[in-house]
C-alpha cells in the first residue's frame, strides 16, 4: 500500500461542497453532516446546532465502514453501500462519496430513513465529480522534494527571536 496524499481543494470547490451539504441538512432533516477521508481526517461539516465530537466522529466512522467493507468481501459482495446505525434517540448514515472520502450524517427518530437515503445519493452525485476534481488537480500539483525543510526553515527563522 501507497501513501496516501492529502486531498487539496480550492476555495471555489469548498464553497460548492459546503453549499452540497447545507442544502442536504436543510432537505434532509439530518442534525449534522460531515465529509470524512477514509483515513479518519475530517474534511468538512455542517451542522444545525453544537456537533459530535467531529475528529472522533470521522475516526470511528471511517474504521466503522473500513469494517463494513471487509464483512462484504467476505460474504463475497463486492461492497456495501452504506452504513447505517439506528439508535434510541440518534441515528448515523455513512455513505461513500468516492474511494477516499464518505459523507456521514446524523438525524433523529423523527426524520425518515428514505429522505435521508434519497437526497443523500443525490448529494453524493452532486459531490463525487467536486472530489474527483481535486483529486486529478493534486496530480498537477508541482511541489519539490525540498518543499517540506524549506517550508519548516521558513518557520523556525519567524521565531527565532520568541523565547
Do not use: W
Request: include cysteine; hydrophobic fraction near 45%; proline fraction near 2%.
Amino acid at each position: 500500500m501507497g501513501t496516501r496524499k492529502a486531498l487539496v481543494f480550492s476555495n471555489r470547490q469548498m464553497r460548492r461542497v459546503d453549499e452540497i451539504l447545507l442544502r442536504l441538512r436543510e432537505v434532509s432533516g439530518s442534525r449534522f453532516i460531515a465529509l470524512v477521508s477514509t483515513s479518519g481526517q475530517p474534511i468538512t461539516s455542517c451542522s444545525l446546532d453544537v456537533g459530535p465530537d467531529s475528529l472522533s466522529l470521522a475516526s470511528l466512522a471511517a474504521s466503522s465502514f473500513a469494517a463494513t467493507q471487509q464483512l462484504a468481501e467476505i460474504l463475497a459482495e463486492k461492497e456495501f453501500t452504506l452504513l447505517f446505525h439506528e439508535g434510541r434517540d440518534s441515528n448515523l448514515h455513512v455513505a461513500p462519496v468516492t474511494e477516499r472520502v464518505l459523507l456521514v450524517l446524523t438525524f433523529g427518530r423523527d426524520t425518515q430513513l428514505g429522505r435521508v437515503r434519497l437526497y443523500t445519493s443525490r448529494a453524493v452525485e452532486a459531490l463525487a465529480p467536486i472530489f474527483v476534481e481535486a483529486e486529478l488537480d493534486e496530480e498537477d500539483l508541482a511541489i519539490d522534494k525540498d518543499y517540506s525543510a524549506r517550508a519548516g526553515q521558513a518557520i523556525e527563522d519567524l521565531f527565532v527571536d520568541v523565547e
